[in-house]
């Protein structure tokens, strides 16, 4: 008995040591999206609100639970939102392989040598991954009472943790057992705060920028219905074709794991929730944004773990490859490692010195610009933190913004996005000096009115 409990201390050991070192290889690591979020946070640290653009109130939060939880550690850390979102994800994706490894062996280990995991840094991925098993667990060892609460953190850390609500409440329901009443007191507060207060705040319920995302699904903006979400599943590319025999590896380990699960309380769980999130991604059309992709690698790699042969020689083949893979990805995440020579952020510093503070600017992507260059008026041309513009994309509209915005630069990019065609046929626009990586810049003619937010 004592072997076992120092064998699961060592295991776990050596899990967070494997998380800590592979989160350091990608500590640079930067996603746009997660940039918007930096920016409402570091807003809301000045005292100016969690807003994206200074006395404009829009939600742009499509994690409300993440948000609120990088708020309170970038200023416990003295507004270091960067290390801040590092920490968070790091703690986060080491807590869910331990439960994935408590519920299957080495799954937590083939979780925490995926490289993809890592370059989320900044978005409520390990977070959203940590709740998903946590809600498993629950279930597996039936300590129903405590899923209500965790159910509505759920939901707050992604919205589409709602799959997984009615997922739980269908086992329940099957298994004739319920939580306690009292147990929904908290959910019910947790719920009623959070509406309330975003109402409050920003005058609705829902996070515009979730309301976008959907609105790009029906335009088609990203790709035809229904190939969008598909459509960009060669962002993972860079993930996984270093490690391609790991990959085939588990997707056939992964069906004898779910063979061998047949009847129990993770198939009856996981799997209508993954069907349930696939069909809501590929029904509604969602762009297939690199972070989505991850509860159907995260659990496939929990299935993976089950069809290992259980043998020496199984376990030997299997630390083995986990010793190879880890190794690989400990390079494959630094390539994703933010540098000051990257286009958005040499775009920003550049805008910083030619651009007055009053100037307006309008771009495709405006995290790694609005959290680089954090006093400027930024337009979301795709509309994530500008309302309007969503509107715009969801009629297939790619051409109003520059007429009513009036920003005074645009950024562009060579080849043009069909999102930034209609400021080549304006005008009122000339092009800047400003020419990096094939991004750059239109500014609006001098003499003629600037942008007014």
């Known amino acids: 008995m004592l072997d076992k409990l120092a064998w699961r201390k060592m295991k ?35 005292g100016n609100g969690f807003v994206f653009n200074l006395g404009e109130k829009v939600n742009g939060l499509t994690s409300p639970l993440f948000c609120y939880l990088l708020f309170a550690v970038s200023w416990m850390l003295h507004g270091n939102i960067i290390l801040a979102s590092a920490l968070i994800s790091a703690i986060f994706l080491f807590l869910a392989s331990v439960l994935a490894e408590r519920m299957v062996p ?39 009472n405590w899923l209500p609460s965790v159910l509505a953190l759920l939901v707050l850390t992604r919205f589409e943790g709602g799959m ?38 920003y005058g609705q319920i829902l996070p515009s920028s979730t309301t976008a995302k959907i609105g790009q699904g029906l335009s088609g903006a990203l790709g035809p219905w229904p190939t969008a979400f598909f459509g960009m599943v060669w962002q ?97 995440v630094q390539r994703f490692n933010e540098t000051p020579e990257t286009d958005y952020r040499v775009l920003a510093e550049w805008l910083n010195r030619n651009t007055p503070q009053e100037a307006t600017i309008e771009a495709v992507e405006t995290g790694r610009l609005g959290y680089y260059c954090s006093h400027r008026y930024i337009f979301d041309i795709m509309g994530l933190t500008t ?31 069909k999102w930034e065609r209609a400021a080549l046929k304006d005008p009122l626009y000339e092009q800047t000096p400003f020419l990096y990586r094939g991004v750059y810049v239109l500014r609006r003619k001098p003499g003629l009115e600037p942008g007014n937010p």
């Open 12 to 46: 776990y050991v050596l899990l967070f040591a494997l998380v800590v070192f592979l989160s350091y290889r990608a500590r640079y690591a930067q996603i746009d999206d997660a940039l918007i979020y930096a920016r409402y946070i570091n807003n809301a640290l000045w």
């Open 106 to 144: 080495v799954a937590g280990f083939l979780i925490a040598i995926v490289g993809y995991f890592y370059v989320q840094v900044g978005m409520e991925t390990a977070l959203f991954l940590f709740m998903l098993i946590l809600t498993v667990t629950l279930c597996r060892e039936e300590k129903y």
């Open 164 to 201: 997984m609500l009615l997922v739980v409440c269908a086992h329940l329901f099957r298994r004739r057992r319920w939580p306690a009443l009292s147990s929904f007191l908290p959910p019910l507060a947790i719920a009623a705060g959070f509406l309330l207060l975003n109402y409050r705040v």
């Open 236 to 332: 993972l590319d860079k993930d996984f074709k270093p490690t391609i025999y790991f990959v085939l590896a588990v997707v056939v380990l992964a069906f004898v794991g779910m063979k061998r699960l047949r009847g129990t309380v993770l198939n009856e769980t996981v799997l209508p929730f993954c069907a349930l999130l696939l069909a809501f991604y590929v029904l509604l059309n969602i762009p297939g944004y690199r972070w989505y992709f991850a509860p159907f690698i995260f659990f496939g790699l929990v299935y993976g773990a089950e069809g290992i042969p259980r043998s020496r020689v199984g376990y030997s083949v299997a630390a083995v490859v986990i010793a190879a893979v880890a190794l690989t990805n400990a390079f494959v």
């Open 387 to 417: 309302p309007k513009n969503a509107d715009h994309v969801t009629h297939g509209d790619w051409v109003s913004w520059v007429a009513e915005d009036k920003p005074d630069y645009i950024v562009m990019h060579t080849p043009a996005l």
